[in-house]
């Protein structure tokens, strides 16, 4: 009797190999190495991050399934791994400085970035709910982890409790809607689901529409949407300020990978009954996360109000389902990645061991003293605020636009509103930075080549997509043409 075995695509998760096998690799050094040997983690986790980037790279253009049809790679979800490493590698680059003044220079912290960092790419590579969830956990837990990682921190501890034991209930929400669908439809693969949802003439079936609802939760849950953003705040508030960083872009990044891939693509046939709903939370979620973002004094705390508010822009553009408007997600996201890690860097830069520097107030006469930093905190707040000539202004047109070709023009008038609402707290930190006296001393800093790196790479990539925006819209309209 012979055995066959089929044929695996490996190149399919490539990516995600090249990094899980640069972490086991590294988790091993760290046990056995000697100390001095550890100091090289960062830089060969950097390396597998590089080495990742290089294979997306040298796929583009490519469409091929592997693993019975539950992954894909293609220009879409190559799009979004192209996001996560990039994410990634600043995220990496910002923290050898920190996590050496902070005195919790340990290796296993590089190996659950790029766990995490693996979980997101299965994410966006998923055509299968049970991928989607199993990828959903491998980012999770490392992050759980990661929010707590200064364990002699009480902020720390409680962050790290707070993202655990939400996280954990969210994720409920999550597969009990996957168990839902699979009921109604009997697969859980997308194609599946969206040959059978097309035959429906009306959303009468109670178990398709209760999955649906609690899909949306779960996946508004990593997004930070309201009103599943109540976790937000105070993780990232907690949370060590790389790690706050990486999951304002990451998580909400790969959440909306499989958030469009599950409605764009698989439930795209009952958009109708979905739609109102997004409408409803794009309009919530803007408005709160903006308000709430006035009040605030600690700059974490503004930032994190910020990211859900920015997640309700995204949403706009979901509710326009377009071709421009999914572009305009995909070319907001990489816009977010850099002004936003960027923001999250000076911050780092700023503070000193015992004397974070995280009040607003802390940042009066700052440009005095440093002038560089201010300028480039500068750019990131106006990118922020959606003012020309930076990426976050054409992302905000592109999303706008896109809701009023679609019809939907009180959410355009909406978002618009909302972001000339943001434009008060972003400018209030440049304006406390040129405008105000410093209250305390400004010692000198203590830079790093790795922090100096990043910060160049997401001034660059703040101003480059904001000046030549129509190449990155034009490979995420390509991106698009696979999820369509």
């Not at 220009?75 to 923290?95: E, G, Q």
């Not at 003012?387 to 992302?395: D, H, K, L, W, Y």
Request: charge should be positive; charged fraction near 10%; aromatic fraction near 14%.
């Amino acid at each position: 009797m012979s055995v066959v075995i089929p044929a695996v695509n490996w190149s399919a998760i490539g990516a995600e190999l090249i990094l899980s096998l640069t972490a086991m690799v590294l988790l091993i050094l760290v046990v056995l190495a000697k100390q001095g040997a550890k100091g090289a983690v960062p830089y060969l986790s950097l390396a597998g991050v590089v080495g990742a980037l290089i294979f997306c790279f040298s796929l583009w253009g490519k469409s091929e399934y592997a693993f019975n049809r539950m992954v894909v790679v293609d220009n879409y979800s190559l799009f979004f791994k192209i996001i996560f490493l990039i994410t990634t590698a600043l995220t990496i680059l910002m923290s050898i400085r920190y996590l050496r003044q902070e005195g919790f220079e340990h290796g296993e912290y590089y190996i659950l970035i790029l766990f995490a960092a693996v979980g997101m790419m299965f994410m966006a590579s998923a055509t299968d709910l049970i991928i989607v969830f199993l990828g959903l956990e491998t980012f999770s837990l490392s992050i759980y982890v990661l929010a707590g990682f200064f364990r002699t921190q009480p902020k720390s501890n409680e962050s790290s409790l707070k993202y655990f034991l939400l996280g954990a209930f969210s994720t409920g929400f999550l597969l009990y809607g996957i168990a839902l669908i699979y009921g109604a439809t009997g697969t859980t693969n997308l194609k599946g689901i969206y040959e059978f949802v097309r035959q429906i003439q009306l959303l009468t079936d109670p178990l398709l529409l209760m999955g649906m609802g609690l899909l949306i939760v779960g996946f508004g849950f990593k997004v930070a949407s309201v009103p599943f953003h109540m976790w937000t705040p105070d993780v990232y508030e907690g949370a060590p300020t790389s790690i706050t960083a990486f999951m304002s872009v990451g998580p909400k990044a790969a959440g909306f990978a499989a958030f469009l891939r599950v409605f764009l693509y698989a439930l795209s046939s009952l958009q109708t009954d979905w739609v109102w709903i997004l409408w409803v939370l794009a309009v919530l979620t803007m408005t709160l996360g903006n308000v709430v973002a006035i009040a605030q004094k600690n700059i974490k705390r503004m930032l994190a109000y910020s990211s859900i508010a920015h997640a309700g822009y995204i949403l706009v553009a979901m509710v326009a389902a377009s071709e421009l408007g999914t572009a305009s997600v995909l070319y907001y996201i990489l816009a977010y990645a850099f002004m936003n890690l960027g923001a999250f860097g000076v911050v780092i830069l700023y503070g000193r061991k015992g004397e974070e520097n995280i009040q607003i107030s802390d940042y009066s006469g700052m440009a005095s003293k440093y002038p560089l930093l201010a300028a480039a905190m500068a750019i990131f707040m106006f990118s922020l605020a959606g003012i020309p000539p930076t990426a976050g202004f054409v992302g905000k047109f592109y999303i706008f636009s896109a809701a009023v070709k679609a019809g939907y023009i009180h959410l355009a008038i909406i978002g618009v509103l909302n972001s000339a609402l943001s434009v008060y707290f972003y400018f209030r930190v440049t304006v406390m930075m040129y405008m105000r006296s410093p209250e305390k001393e400004l010692t000198k800093l203590e830079t790093s080549p790795a922090m100096v790196i990043a910060l160049i790479i997401a001034v660059f990539g703040t101003l480059q997509m904001g000046i030549t925006p129509s190449h990155y819209l034009n490979l995420a309209r390509q991106s698009l043409l696979a999820l369509m």
